[in-house]
Protein backbone atom coordinates (compact mmCIF):
# COMPACT_ATOMS: atom_id res chain seq x y z
CA UNK A 1 0.00 0.00 0.00
CA UNK A 2 1.28 3.40 -1.54
CA UNK A 3 2.62 5.72 1.73
CA UNK A 4 1.80 8.86 -0.33
CA UNK A 5 0.22 12.22 0.79
CA UNK A 6 -3.02 11.03 -0.77
CA UNK A 7 -3.82 8.22 2.07
CA UNK A 8 -5.49 9.30 4.61
CA UNK A 9 -7.65 8.24 7.29
CA UNK A 10 -11.02 10.49 7.26
CA UNK A 11 -14.26 9.73 8.68
CA UNK A 12 -17.20 10.13 6.01
CA UNK A 13 -18.47 13.33 7.44
CA UNK A 14 -14.74 14.72 6.34
CA UNK A 15 -14.91 12.92 2.80
CA UNK A 16 -18.04 14.62 2.16
CA UNK A 17 -16.21 18.25 3.41
CA UNK A 18 -12.98 17.65 1.42
CA UNK A 19 -14.89 16.21 -1.37
CA UNK A 20 -17.31 19.58 -1.41
CA UNK A 21 -14.64 21.78 -1.07
CA UNK A 22 -12.61 20.38 -4.04
CA UNK A 23 -15.95 20.44 -5.67
CA UNK A 24 -15.80 24.19 -5.25
CA UNK A 25 -18.55 24.35 -2.17
CA UNK A 26 -18.00 27.83 -0.61
CA UNK A 27 -21.05 28.04 1.31
CA UNK A 28 -22.54 25.67 4.40
CA UNK A 29 -25.42 26.37 6.01
CA UNK A 30 -26.91 24.00 8.86
CA UNK A 31 -28.26 22.76 11.99
CA UNK A 32 -26.25 20.26 13.62
CA UNK A 33 -27.67 16.86 14.07
CA UNK A 34 -26.54 13.74 14.73
CA UNK A 35 -24.63 11.98 12.76
CA UNK A 36 -24.03 14.38 10.13
CA UNK A 37 -22.88 16.80 13.06
CA UNK A 38 -19.10 16.60 12.38
CA UNK A 39 -19.65 18.05 8.84
CA UNK A 40 -21.15 20.91 9.93
CA UNK A 41 -17.91 20.97 12.76
CA UNK A 42 -15.44 20.45 10.26
CA UNK A 43 -16.79 23.27 7.31
CA UNK A 44 -16.53 25.56 10.19
CA UNK A 45 -12.61 24.62 10.89
CA UNK A 46 -12.11 24.27 6.62
CA UNK A 47 -14.31 27.28 4.89
CA UNK A 48 -12.60 30.14 6.39
CA UNK A 49 -9.28 28.82 5.38
CA UNK A 50 -10.05 29.24 2.08
CA UNK A 51 -12.26 32.53 2.48
CA UNK A 52 -15.83 30.60 2.37
CA UNK A 53 -18.62 31.30 4.80
CA UNK A 54 -20.14 29.03 7.31
CA UNK A 55 -23.10 29.79 9.06
CA UNK A 56 -25.01 27.72 11.75
CA UNK A 57 -29.05 28.92 11.85
CA UNK A 58 -31.97 29.04 14.05
CA UNK A 59 -33.34 25.37 12.81
CA UNK A 60 -32.99 23.24 10.03
CA UNK A 61 -35.11 25.14 7.45
CA UNK A 62 -33.67 28.41 8.09
CA UNK A 63 -30.48 26.57 7.44
CA UNK A 64 -32.26 25.23 4.34
CA UNK A 65 -33.20 28.77 3.43
CA UNK A 66 -29.95 30.19 3.80
CA UNK A 67 -27.96 27.60 1.46
CA UNK A 68 -30.70 28.74 -1.05
CA UNK A 69 -30.01 32.38 -0.89
CA UNK A 70 -26.24 31.45 -1.01
CA UNK A 71 -26.56 29.56 -3.85
CA UNK A 72 -28.57 32.49 -5.46
CA UNK A 73 -25.82 35.04 -4.33
CA UNK A 74 -23.41 32.51 -6.76
CA UNK A 75 -21.95 30.07 -4.12
CA UNK A 76 -21.90 26.40 -4.52
CA UNK A 77 -23.65 25.48 -1.23
CA UNK A 78 -24.16 22.49 1.05
CA UNK A 79 -25.89 21.57 4.03
CA UNK A 80 -26.50 18.01 5.94
CA UNK A 81 -28.84 16.68 7.94
CA UNK A 82 -30.64 13.23 9.34
CA UNK A 83 -34.24 12.40 9.02
CA UNK A 84 -35.67 14.56 11.70
CA UNK A 85 -33.60 17.43 9.56
CA UNK A 86 -34.93 16.59 6.75
CA UNK A 87 -38.29 16.18 7.53
CA UNK A 88 -37.77 20.21 9.12
CA UNK A 89 -36.41 21.02 5.59
CA UNK A 90 -38.71 19.93 3.27
CA UNK A 91 -40.67 23.02 2.61
CA UNK A 92 -37.13 25.00 1.10
CA UNK A 93 -36.19 21.71 -0.44
CA UNK A 94 -39.86 22.14 -2.34
CA UNK A 95 -38.93 25.89 -3.19
CA UNK A 96 -35.35 24.84 -4.27
CA UNK A 97 -36.86 22.90 -6.84
CA UNK A 98 -39.64 25.07 -8.11
CA UNK A 99 -37.48 28.01 -8.44
CA UNK A 100 -34.39 25.80 -9.88
CA UNK A 101 -31.76 26.31 -6.85
CA UNK A 102 -28.87 24.56 -7.23
CA UNK A 103 -27.42 22.94 -4.41
CA UNK A 104 -26.42 19.69 -2.57
CA UNK A 105 -28.11 18.24 0.86
CA UNK A 106 -26.20 15.52 2.72
CA UNK A 107 -28.49 13.40 4.92
CA UNK A 108 -27.08 10.94 7.11
CA UNK A 109 -29.58 8.14 7.97
CA UNK A 110 -30.12 7.27 11.41
CA UNK A 111 -33.07 5.20 13.17
CA UNK A 112 -36.87 6.59 12.74
CA UNK A 113 -39.74 7.70 12.56
CA UNK A 114 -39.45 10.63 14.58
CA UNK A 115 -36.12 11.22 16.70
CA UNK A 116 -35.11 7.65 16.61
CA UNK A 117 -31.89 6.06 17.05
CA UNK A 118 -30.05 9.20 16.70
CA UNK A 119 -26.25 7.50 17.04
CA UNK A 120 -27.51 4.15 14.81
CA UNK A 121 -27.84 3.63 11.05
CA UNK A 122 -30.82 3.02 8.71
CA UNK A 123 -31.60 3.84 5.20
CA UNK A 124 -34.92 4.62 5.86
CA UNK A 125 -34.73 8.15 4.21
CA UNK A 126 -34.65 7.41 0.97
CA UNK A 127 -38.70 7.09 0.07
CA UNK A 128 -38.28 10.60 1.87
CA UNK A 129 -36.00 12.20 -0.69
CA UNK A 130 -38.34 11.12 -3.28
CA UNK A 131 -41.40 12.25 -2.43
CA UNK A 132 -40.59 14.27 0.48
CA UNK A 133 -41.91 17.66 -0.65
CA UNK A 134 -45.09 18.07 -1.87
CA UNK A 135 -46.32 18.60 -5.86
CA UNK A 136 -45.06 16.99 -8.76
CA UNK A 137 -40.89 17.00 -8.86
CA UNK A 138 -38.16 14.77 -9.74
CA UNK A 139 -35.16 14.07 -7.78
CA UNK A 140 -31.27 13.03 -7.84
CA UNK A 141 -30.14 11.07 -5.40
CA UNK A 142 -27.02 9.50 -4.84
CA UNK A 143 -26.27 6.50 -2.46
CA UNK A 144 -22.05 5.74 -2.21
CA UNK A 145 -20.68 2.73 -0.34
CA UNK A 146 -17.62 2.77 -0.08
CA UNK A 147 -15.32 6.40 1.10
CA UNK A 148 -13.85 6.32 -2.58
CA UNK A 149 -17.57 6.20 -3.56
CA UNK A 150 -18.88 8.90 -1.01
CA UNK A 151 -15.85 11.20 -1.96
CA UNK A 152 -16.45 11.26 -6.19
CA UNK A 153 -20.25 10.81 -5.81
CA UNK A 154 -20.37 13.96 -3.54
CA UNK A 155 -17.89 15.66 -6.22
CA UNK A 156 -20.73 14.64 -8.64
CA UNK A 157 -23.46 15.90 -6.71
CA UNK A 158 -22.48 19.51 -7.11
CA UNK A 159 -21.94 18.60 -10.90
CA UNK A 160 -25.15 17.51 -11.87
CA UNK A 161 -27.19 20.25 -9.37
CA UNK A 162 -25.73 23.12 -11.40
CA UNK A 163 -26.23 21.03 -14.49
CA UNK A 164 -29.75 20.41 -13.87
CA UNK A 165 -30.57 22.94 -11.59
CA UNK A 166 -31.76 21.18 -8.62
CA UNK A 167 -30.78 20.22 -5.18
CA UNK A 168 -29.27 17.09 -5.22
CA UNK A 169 -29.14 14.36 -2.19
CA UNK A 170 -26.11 12.22 -1.43
CA UNK A 171 -27.70 9.52 1.14
CA UNK A 172 -24.98 7.74 3.78
CA UNK A 173 -26.22 6.33 6.73
CA UNK A 174 -24.28 6.77 10.24
CA UNK A 175 -22.34 3.82 9.52
CA UNK A 176 -20.23 5.57 6.72
CA UNK A 177 -20.95 9.08 8.20
CA UNK A 178 -18.74 7.60 11.30
CA UNK A 179 -16.40 5.24 10.57
CA UNK A 180 -12.85 6.00 9.72
CA UNK A 181 -10.86 4.61 7.25
CA UNK A 182 -7.53 4.22 5.38
CA UNK A 183 -8.44 5.56 1.76
CA UNK A 184 -6.47 7.34 -1.07
CA UNK A 185 -8.33 10.47 -2.15
CA UNK A 186 -9.57 9.89 -5.80
CA UNK A 187 -7.28 11.53 -8.42
CA UNK A 188 -8.86 14.76 -10.89
CA UNK A 189 -9.34 12.38 -13.29
CA UNK A 190 -11.09 10.22 -11.10
CA UNK A 191 -13.25 13.23 -9.69
CA UNK A 192 -15.46 13.65 -12.90
CA UNK A 193 -16.42 17.58 -13.97
CA UNK A 194 -15.27 20.18 -11.33
CA UNK A 195 -16.02 23.43 -13.18
CA UNK A 196 -17.16 26.94 -11.37
CA UNK A 197 -20.87 27.90 -11.88
CA UNK A 198 -20.23 30.59 -14.70
CA UNK A 199 -19.33 27.80 -16.81
CA UNK A 200 -22.45 26.05 -16.62
CA UNK A 201 -23.92 27.35 -20.02
CA UNK A 202 -26.05 24.10 -20.45
CA UNK A 203 -27.66 24.42 -17.27
CA UNK A 204 -29.83 27.58 -19.35
CA UNK A 205 -31.13 24.92 -21.39
CA UNK A 206 -32.23 22.90 -18.73
CA UNK A 207 -34.06 25.95 -16.85
CA UNK A 208 -37.23 26.42 -17.84
CA UNK A 209 -36.29 30.31 -17.01
CA UNK A 210 -33.07 31.49 -18.85
CA UNK A 211 -31.13 33.29 -16.13
CA UNK A 212 -28.17 35.29 -16.03
CA UNK A 213 -25.89 35.92 -13.17
CA UNK A 214 -27.44 36.96 -9.97
CA UNK A 215 -26.57 40.45 -8.95
CA UNK A 216 -24.64 41.48 -12.51
CA UNK A 217 -27.10 44.23 -12.81
CA UNK A 218 -29.98 42.05 -14.22
CA UNK A 219 -34.12 42.37 -12.56
CA UNK A 220 -34.73 39.40 -10.78
CA UNK A 221 -37.41 37.16 -9.39
CA UNK A 222 -37.20 34.18 -7.55
CA UNK A 223 -40.69 32.67 -6.39
CA UNK A 224 -41.60 29.50 -5.18
CA UNK A 225 -45.52 30.19 -6.89
CA UNK A 226 -46.02 28.50 -10.43
CA UNK A 227 -43.81 31.09 -12.53
CA UNK A 228 -43.48 31.90 -16.01
CA UNK A 229 -40.16 31.90 -18.03
CA UNK A 230 -39.56 35.20 -16.69
CA UNK A 231 -40.05 34.28 -13.28
CA UNK A 232 -43.01 36.08 -12.15
CA UNK A 233 -46.08 34.17 -10.71
CA UNK A 234 -49.02 32.81 -12.92
CA UNK A 235 -52.38 30.84 -12.89
CA UNK A 236 -52.28 30.43 -17.02
CA UNK A 237 -53.09 26.63 -16.55
CA UNK A 238 -50.76 25.70 -20.07
CA UNK A 239 -48.22 27.82 -18.83
CA UNK A 240 -47.74 26.08 -15.00
CA UNK A 241 -48.78 22.26 -16.60
CA UNK A 242 -46.14 22.91 -19.12
CA UNK A 243 -43.52 24.45 -16.01
CA UNK A 244 -44.20 21.15 -14.39
CA UNK A 245 -43.55 18.77 -17.12
CA UNK A 246 -40.15 20.64 -17.25
CA UNK A 247 -39.26 19.86 -13.42
CA UNK A 248 -40.26 16.53 -13.85
CA UNK A 249 -38.85 15.69 -17.24
CA UNK A 250 -35.23 17.43 -17.54
CA UNK A 251 -34.51 14.72 -14.70
CA UNK A 252 -36.08 11.55 -16.08
CA UNK A 253 -35.16 12.79 -19.64
CA UNK A 254 -31.36 13.05 -18.36
CA UNK A 255 -31.79 9.65 -17.16
CA UNK A 256 -29.16 8.06 -19.12
CA UNK A 257 -26.44 10.27 -18.00
CA UNK A 258 -27.58 10.17 -14.52
CA UNK A 259 -27.73 6.42 -14.52
CA UNK A 260 -24.57 5.13 -12.39
CA UNK A 261 -24.33 1.68 -10.84
CA UNK A 262 -21.71 -0.67 -9.76
CA UNK A 263 -21.97 -4.55 -10.58
CA UNK A 264 -19.92 -7.27 -9.20
CA UNK A 265 -19.50 -10.63 -10.72
CA UNK A 266 -22.52 -10.67 -12.45
CA UNK A 267 -22.29 -11.72 -15.64
CA UNK A 268 -22.72 -15.59 -14.96
CA UNK A 269 -24.79 -14.91 -12.04
CA UNK A 270 -28.11 -17.01 -11.26
CA UNK A 271 -28.80 -14.93 -7.67
CA UNK A 272 -28.55 -10.87 -8.27
CA UNK A 273 -27.77 -9.26 -4.45
CA UNK A 274 -29.41 -6.00 -5.14
CA UNK A 275 -28.60 -3.38 -2.75
CA UNK A 276 -27.20 0.17 -1.82
CA UNK A 277 -25.15 2.21 0.42
CA UNK A 278 -23.75 0.89 3.40
CA UNK A 279 -24.94 -3.16 3.11
CA UNK A 280 -23.08 -3.35 -0.10
CA UNK A 281 -19.90 -3.83 1.46
CA UNK A 282 -21.27 -6.47 3.59
CA UNK A 283 -23.22 -8.03 0.33
CA UNK A 284 -19.24 -8.23 -1.09
CA UNK A 285 -18.10 -10.54 1.58
CA UNK A 286 -21.55 -12.63 1.30
CA UNK A 287 -20.85 -13.06 -2.66
CA UNK A 288 -17.30 -13.78 -2.35
CA UNK A 289 -18.60 -16.67 1.03
CA UNK A 290 -21.39 -18.11 -1.44
CA UNK A 291 -18.95 -18.09 -4.57
CA UNK A 292 -16.78 -20.19 -2.98
CA UNK A 293 -19.68 -22.52 -2.46
CA UNK A 294 -20.13 -22.56 -5.71
CA UNK A 295 -23.50 -20.61 -6.00
CA UNK A 296 -23.36 -18.23 -8.88
CA UNK A 297 -24.55 -14.90 -7.36
CA UNK A 298 -23.23 -11.42 -7.71
CA UNK A 299 -24.20 -7.86 -6.90
CA UNK A 300 -26.05 -4.70 -8.42
CA UNK A 301 -26.02 -1.34 -6.83
CA UNK A 302 -27.74 1.36 -8.19
CA UNK A 303 -25.28 4.23 -6.68
CA UNK A 304 -27.79 6.89 -8.21
CA UNK A 305 -30.78 5.85 -6.73
CA UNK A 306 -33.33 8.77 -7.98
CA UNK A 307 -33.76 8.56 -10.84
CA UNK A 308 -34.27 4.88 -9.99
CA UNK A 309 -32.46 2.86 -12.82
CA UNK A 310 -35.85 1.38 -13.70
CA UNK A 311 -35.14 -0.68 -17.33
CA UNK A 312 -31.26 -2.05 -16.13
CA UNK A 313 -32.96 -3.58 -12.98
CA UNK A 314 -35.84 -5.15 -15.36
CA UNK A 315 -33.07 -6.42 -17.72
CA UNK A 316 -31.34 -7.72 -15.13
CA UNK A 317 -34.15 -9.17 -13.15
CA UNK A 318 -35.06 -11.05 -16.31
CA UNK A 319 -31.70 -12.59 -16.46
CA UNK A 320 -31.44 -13.97 -13.33
CA UNK A 321 -34.04 -16.36 -11.41
CA UNK A 322 -33.68 -15.04 -7.64
CA UNK A 323 -33.09 -11.55 -6.01
CA UNK A 324 -31.76 -10.72 -2.73
CA UNK A 325 -32.64 -7.36 -1.58
CA UNK A 326 -30.80 -6.60 2.26
CA UNK A 327 -31.88 -2.61 3.66
CA UNK A 328 -31.70 -1.10 6.21
CA UNK A 329 -35.14 -0.30 6.21
CA UNK A 330 -38.14 -2.43 5.88
CA UNK A 331 -38.30 -3.04 2.00
CA UNK A 332 -38.18 0.35 0.58
CA UNK A 333 -35.19 -1.02 -2.28
CA UNK A 334 -37.24 -4.10 -2.40
CA UNK A 335 -40.62 -2.17 -3.40
CA UNK A 336 -38.73 -0.23 -6.13
CA UNK A 337 -37.16 -3.57 -7.73
CA UNK A 338 -40.82 -4.96 -7.64
CA UNK A 339 -42.27 -2.15 -9.66
CA UNK A 340 -39.10 -2.21 -12.01
CA UNK A 341 -39.34 -6.08 -12.54
CA UNK A 342 -43.29 -5.95 -13.33
CA UNK A 343 -43.09 -9.61 -13.02
CA UNK A 344 -44.88 -11.09 -10.22
CA UNK A 345 -43.04 -14.26 -10.52
CA UNK A 346 -39.51 -12.98 -9.70
CA UNK A 347 -39.02 -14.33 -6.14
CA UNK A 348 -36.95 -11.62 -4.10
CA UNK A 349 -35.54 -12.70 -0.57
CA UNK A 350 -35.56 -9.37 1.54
CA UNK A 351 -32.89 -8.94 4.28
CA UNK A 352 -34.03 -6.30 6.72
CA UNK A 353 -32.48 -4.27 9.39
CA UNK A 354 -34.10 -1.67 11.40
CA UNK A 355 -32.61 -1.60 15.07
CA UNK A 356 -29.95 0.31 14.52
CA UNK A 357 -27.62 -2.28 13.50
CA UNK A 358 -25.94 -3.02 10.59
CA UNK A 359 -26.54 -6.26 8.26
CA UNK A 360 -23.71 -8.72 8.80
CA UNK A 361 -22.69 -10.97 5.99
CA UNK A 362 -23.92 -14.37 7.48
CA UNK A 363 -27.17 -12.96 7.21
CA UNK A 364 -26.92 -12.16 3.43
CA UNK A 365 -25.00 -15.54 2.83
CA UNK A 366 -28.14 -17.37 4.47
CA UNK A 367 -30.39 -15.34 2.22
CA UNK A 368 -28.37 -16.08 -1.12
CA UNK A 369 -28.35 -19.81 0.26
CA UNK A 370 -32.39 -19.89 1.15
CA UNK A 371 -31.97 -18.50 -2.64
CA UNK A 372 -30.34 -20.90 -4.09
CA UNK A 373 -32.49 -23.79 -2.92
CA UNK A 374 -35.48 -22.02 -4.36
CA UNK A 375 -34.01 -22.29 -7.48
CA UNK B 1 -3.21 -11.10 8.12
CA UNK B 2 -6.67 -9.74 9.71
CA UNK B 3 -7.28 -8.20 13.34
CA UNK B 4 -10.56 -7.59 14.76
CA UNK B 5 -10.15 -5.57 18.04
CA UNK B 6 -12.66 -3.84 20.32
CA UNK B 7 -12.28 -1.68 23.30
CA UNK B 8 -15.91 -1.42 25.24
CA UNK B 9 -16.80 0.67 28.28
CA UNK B 10 -19.24 3.37 28.99
CA UNK B 11 -19.59 7.11 27.31
CA UNK B 12 -16.51 9.71 28.63
CA UNK B 13 -13.92 7.21 29.47
CA UNK B 14 -11.69 7.83 26.06
CA UNK B 15 -12.58 4.25 24.99
CA UNK B 16 -13.36 5.67 21.28
CA UNK B 17 -10.28 7.99 21.32
CA UNK B 18 -7.86 4.86 21.95
CA UNK B 19 -9.27 2.98 19.47
CA UNK B 20 -8.89 6.17 16.91
CA UNK B 21 -4.92 5.98 18.19
CA UNK B 22 -4.72 2.42 17.90
CA UNK B 23 -6.26 2.59 13.69
CA UNK B 24 -3.84 6.04 12.98
CA UNK B 25 -1.09 3.70 14.28
CA UNK B 26 -1.96 1.04 11.73
CA UNK B 27 -2.98 3.03 9.22
CA UNK B 28 0.64 4.93 9.92
CA UNK B 29 2.36 1.62 8.79
CA UNK B 30 0.45 1.53 5.29
CA UNK B 31 -1.96 -1.11 6.18
CA UNK B 32 -6.06 -0.71 5.84
CA UNK B 33 -7.35 0.48 9.29
CA UNK B 34 -11.11 0.95 10.24
CA UNK B 35 -12.11 2.50 12.95
CA UNK B 36 -15.98 2.14 13.76
CA UNK B 37 -17.94 3.46 17.16
CA UNK B 38 -21.30 2.66 18.56
CA UNK B 39 -22.44 4.63 21.37
CA UNK B 40 -25.46 5.83 22.34
CA UNK B 41 -27.52 9.40 22.41
CA UNK B 42 -25.88 9.40 26.12
CA UNK B 43 -23.45 12.31 26.40
CA UNK B 44 -21.93 9.74 29.19
CA UNK B 45 -22.77 6.48 30.75
CA UNK B 46 -23.95 4.75 27.64
CA UNK B 47 -22.30 1.68 26.83
CA UNK B 48 -19.76 2.60 24.23
CA UNK B 49 -17.07 0.36 22.00
CA UNK B 50 -15.07 1.09 19.51
CA UNK B 51 -14.33 -1.70 16.90
CA UNK B 52 -10.37 -1.49 15.07
CA UNK B 53 -9.96 -3.40 12.03
CA UNK B 54 -6.68 -3.98 10.85
CA UNK B 55 -5.81 -6.11 7.68
CA UNK B 56 -2.90 -5.78 4.96
CA UNK B 57 -5.59 -6.20 2.36
CA UNK B 58 -8.35 -4.13 1.89
CA UNK B 59 -10.91 -4.80 4.65
CA UNK B 60 -14.77 -5.05 3.50
CA UNK B 61 -17.16 -5.37 5.57
CA UNK B 62 -16.28 -2.70 7.90
CA UNK B 63 -17.42 -3.83 10.96
CA UNK B 64 -16.28 -6.18 13.60
CA UNK B 65 -17.76 -10.02 13.57
CA UNK B 66 -14.95 -12.15 16.20
CA UNK B 67 -13.20 -10.74 18.16
CA UNK B 68 -9.59 -10.85 18.54
CA UNK B 69 -8.57 -8.39 21.10
CA UNK B 70 -10.99 -7.21 23.72
CA UNK B 71 -10.35 -4.41 26.22
CA UNK B 72 -13.14 -3.60 28.82
CA UNK B 73 -13.37 -0.86 31.35
CA UNK B 74 -17.00 -1.13 32.48
CA UNK B 75 -19.49 -3.98 33.13
CA UNK B 76 -21.88 -2.54 31.11
CA UNK B 77 -19.49 -2.30 28.15
CA UNK B 78 -18.93 -6.28 28.69
CA UNK B 79 -22.42 -6.81 28.66
CA UNK B 80 -23.42 -4.81 25.52
CA UNK B 81 -20.49 -6.07 23.68
CA UNK B 82 -18.76 -8.99 24.55
CA UNK B 83 -20.80 -11.45 22.56
CA UNK B 84 -18.62 -11.57 19.63
CA UNK B 85 -15.15 -12.99 21.69
CA UNK B 86 -14.13 -15.98 20.34
CA UNK B 87 -12.67 -19.27 22.72
CA UNK B 88 -9.26 -17.74 22.29
CA UNK B 89 -9.45 -14.05 22.26
CA UNK B 90 -6.80 -12.23 24.26
CA UNK B 91 -9.37 -10.07 26.55
CA UNK B 92 -7.97 -7.53 29.49
CA UNK B 93 -10.77 -6.02 31.59
CA UNK B 94 -10.45 -3.23 34.71
CA UNK B 95 -10.79 -5.72 37.84
CA UNK B 96 -12.53 -2.86 39.52
CA UNK B 97 -15.36 -1.98 36.69
CA UNK B 98 -16.38 -5.21 35.05
CA UNK B 99 -16.87 -7.90 37.90
CA UNK B 100 -19.03 -10.42 36.07
CA UNK B 101 -18.05 -12.07 33.11
CA UNK B 102 -19.95 -15.01 33.66
CA UNK B 103 -18.67 -18.30 32.01
CA UNK B 104 -16.48 -18.95 29.26
CA UNK B 105 -13.48 -20.64 27.48
CA UNK B 106 -11.33 -17.27 27.46
CA UNK B 107 -8.08 -16.52 29.80
CA UNK B 108 -8.58 -13.03 31.07
CA UNK B 109 -5.77 -10.39 31.97
CA UNK B 110 -7.41 -8.56 34.67
CA UNK B 111 -4.90 -5.08 34.42
CA UNK B 112 -5.14 -2.47 37.24
CA UNK B 113 -6.19 -0.05 34.81
CA UNK B 114 -8.15 2.49 37.24
CA UNK B 115 -5.35 2.09 39.87
CA UNK B 116 -2.96 2.44 37.64
CA UNK B 117 -4.03 5.67 36.14
CA UNK B 118 -4.26 6.82 39.88
CA UNK B 119 -0.51 6.40 40.35
CA UNK B 120 0.77 6.85 37.39
CA UNK B 121 -0.50 10.14 36.22
CA UNK B 122 -3.13 10.82 39.05
CA UNK B 123 -5.70 11.98 36.61
CA UNK B 124 -8.61 9.69 35.47
CA UNK B 125 -8.85 11.76 32.08
CA UNK B 126 -5.93 9.06 31.39
CA UNK B 127 -7.48 6.04 31.84
CA UNK B 128 -7.70 5.05 27.70
CA UNK B 129 -4.32 5.60 27.51
CA UNK B 130 -3.30 3.12 30.44
CA UNK B 131 -5.80 0.88 28.85
CA UNK B 132 -4.17 1.73 25.67
CA UNK B 133 -0.60 0.72 27.13
CA UNK B 134 -1.80 -2.73 28.42
CA UNK B 135 -3.82 -3.47 25.43
CA UNK B 136 -0.65 -2.63 23.05
CA UNK B 137 1.31 -4.73 25.31
CA UNK B 138 -0.48 -8.03 24.01
CA UNK B 139 -0.51 -7.14 20.12
CA UNK B 140 3.32 -6.12 19.60
CA UNK B 141 2.89 -7.86 16.24
CA UNK B 142 -0.49 -5.66 15.31
CA UNK B 143 0.97 -1.98 16.09
CA UNK B 144 4.74 -2.61 17.67
CA UNK B 145 4.88 -0.15 20.74
CA UNK B 146 7.41 2.20 19.24
CA UNK B 147 4.83 2.51 16.22
CA UNK B 148 2.48 3.77 19.58
CA UNK B 149 4.17 5.77 21.09
CA UNK B 150 5.01 7.88 17.55
CA UNK B 151 1.42 7.88 17.27
CA UNK B 152 0.39 9.41 21.11
CA UNK B 153 3.09 11.72 19.89
CA UNK B 154 2.02 13.57 16.78
CA UNK B 155 -2.00 12.92 17.97
CA UNK B 156 -2.33 13.47 21.61
CA UNK B 157 -3.80 17.16 21.81
CA UNK B 158 -1.37 19.55 23.00
CA UNK B 159 0.03 19.69 26.16
CA UNK B 160 -0.92 16.22 27.01
CA UNK B 161 1.45 14.54 25.16
CA UNK B 162 3.46 13.80 28.45
CA UNK B 163 0.55 12.54 29.99
CA UNK B 164 -0.24 10.42 27.43
CA UNK B 165 3.21 8.84 27.31
CA UNK B 166 3.60 8.27 31.27
CA UNK B 167 -0.12 6.30 30.99
CA UNK B 168 1.23 4.23 28.17
CA UNK B 169 3.62 3.23 29.67
CA UNK B 170 2.46 2.47 32.74
CA UNK B 171 -0.15 0.40 31.56
CA UNK B 172 2.12 -1.38 29.37
CA UNK B 173 4.33 -1.91 32.49
CA UNK B 174 1.08 -3.12 34.41
CA UNK B 175 0.10 -5.63 31.84
CA UNK B 176 3.92 -7.00 31.77
CA UNK B 177 2.98 -8.40 35.24
CA UNK B 178 -0.69 -9.29 35.09
CA UNK B 179 -1.14 -13.39 35.20
CA UNK B 180 -4.00 -14.82 32.89
CA UNK B 181 -6.53 -16.10 34.58
CA UNK B 182 -9.60 -18.47 33.50
CA UNK B 183 -12.58 -16.81 32.79
CA UNK B 184 -14.62 -19.95 34.64
CA UNK B 185 -13.30 -19.04 37.69
CA UNK B 186 -13.28 -15.63 37.44
CA UNK B 187 -16.84 -16.28 36.97
CA UNK B 188 -17.14 -18.76 40.07
CA UNK B 189 -15.52 -15.87 42.00
CA UNK B 190 -18.40 -13.67 41.28
CA UNK B 191 -20.64 -16.19 42.64
CA UNK B 192 -19.40 -16.61 45.14
CA UNK B 193 -19.19 -13.29 46.29
CA UNK B 194 -22.43 -12.64 45.52
CA UNK B 195 -23.58 -15.63 47.63
CA UNK B 196 -21.07 -14.03 50.56
CA UNK B 197 -23.02 -10.84 50.01
CA UNK B 198 -26.47 -12.40 50.62
CA UNK B 199 -25.70 -14.10 53.60
Redesign the interface.
Known amino acids: ???SNDRV?WPGNEIIVEAALRAGCTFFGGYPI?PSSEIAAHMALRLPQIGGTFIQMEDEIAAMGAVIGASLAGAKSLTATSGPGLSLKQENIGFAMMAEVPCVIVDAQRGGPSTGL??APAQSDIMQARWGTHGDHSVIALTPTYPRELYIETIRAFHLAELYRTPVYVMLDE?MA?????FRIPSADECGIIKPRSEYTEARVNSWRPFNDYFQGQHLHITGLSHTAEGFPTTNPAIVHKSILHLVNKIVNAQPQIERNAEYLLDDADIAVITFG?PG??A??AV?AARANGIKVGIFRPITYWPFPVQTVRDLVDRVKAVVVPELNLGMLALQVEKSAMRPEVRIHPVNETGGI?I???RILAAIEEAQRGI | MKYEIRFAGVGGQGNILAGEWLALAAHGMGRHAVQSPTYTAQVRGGPTSVDVLIDDDEVIFPRLTAIDYFCCLAQRGWDTFSHQLRPDSVVVVAPSLVHKLGPGPQKIYRVPIIEVTKQAVGKMVYTSSVALGSFSFFMPHVVPKDVMVRTIESHAPHGTVENNLRAFQAGWEAAKSTPPVARNEIAEDTHAAVRESRE
Open positions: MSQFTPTIHTTESSRARELAEPE
